[in-house]
Each structure stands twice: as C-alpha cells, then as structure tokens.
C-alpha cells in the first residue's frame, strides 16, 4: 500500500492511513469510516490478502469509491484475494487493480479526484505527457 501513497505525495494529494481488519476490528472499521466520511473524504483505497473481504465490507457501508488492492499471500498466490475483490455482488462494486498494484491504485485515485480538482487533472496531463516522452526516448533507435 506504500506504492499508493508515493503516488499521492508525487501528485500533491492529501491522505491518511489505516490498519483495519473486517474481521478482527469490524466496530473499529465502521467507526473509521464514519470519521472518513464526515471528514469528507472522496475516495478509499483498501488492501486486502487471502479472502479480501476488507473492500467489500467497506463498500457495503459507503457510498465512498472504493479501489481494492488484492495483496499476494497465503497459499493461492493472491487469486483469492483477486476473485473476492473483483467478484462483488450486484449492487455493491469496488474496483480493483492488479495484484499488489497499490500504484495503480494511486494513479485511479487520482484520476477519480481529477473530475472535481482542475489543478490534479493538469499535474496528470504533464505526467502523462512526460511518460509518453521518457518512453519514446528509452526506446529510439530500437530494433525489433
């Protein structure tokens, strides 16, 4: 989840952090969530390994976008992880990135807050442009 962070601080974008569990803390989650949405908080990143039932539960309770990360562990190599986050039942969807992609994360995060922040859709803009660039330059001269 660290790489969603940097991605944050990269784009000038505020956030806080938290160690939830919806099963061993579930009357902590509620209350964080609460708290999130009376802060106003406008998009919920939420990692979660083995049953990943974390983004779910979450979403169940928000009407907050939320962007689930499947975290590789246990012994099915994050394709538990992976089918619980993007198997949600109708009508409570989360999104979800690729294993452990905590930076994609960011990046859809961003992207979402773009919509009410011109300011971010310009940094996005100019990191796109500079991508495309560095890209086009590590790649000259290349054969295939």
Request: with cysteine.
């Given at each position: 989840?660290k ?42 990143i ?20 939320v ?21 949600m039942?109708?009508?409570i ?5 690729g ?30 442009k ?15």
């Amino acid at each position: 989840m660290k790489k969603a962070a940097d991605v944050f601080k990269e784009f000038g974008v505020p956030y806080t952090s938290h160690i939830l569990s919806a099963h061993r803390v579930p009357e902590l989650l509620t209350e964080t969530l609460k708290k999130l949405e009376a802060d106003g908080v406008e998009v919920i990143i939420a990692g979660a390994g083995l049953a990943a039932h974390l983004p779910g539960v979450i979403a169940s309770q928000t009407l907050v976008p939320v962007i689930g990360v499947p975290i590789v562990s246990g012994g099915l190599g994050g394709l538990d992880a992976l089918y619980s986050i993007v198997q949600m039942p109708r009508p409570i969807p989360v999104a979800a990135v690729g294993l452990d992609n905590g930076a994609n994360a960011g990046y859809l995060a961003c992207e979402i807050l773009s919509l009410k922040y011109p300011e971010l859709k310009q940094k996005l803009i100019g990191f796109r442009k500079k991508m495309k660039a560095d890209f086009a330059k590590e790649n000259e001269g290349v054969e295939l």
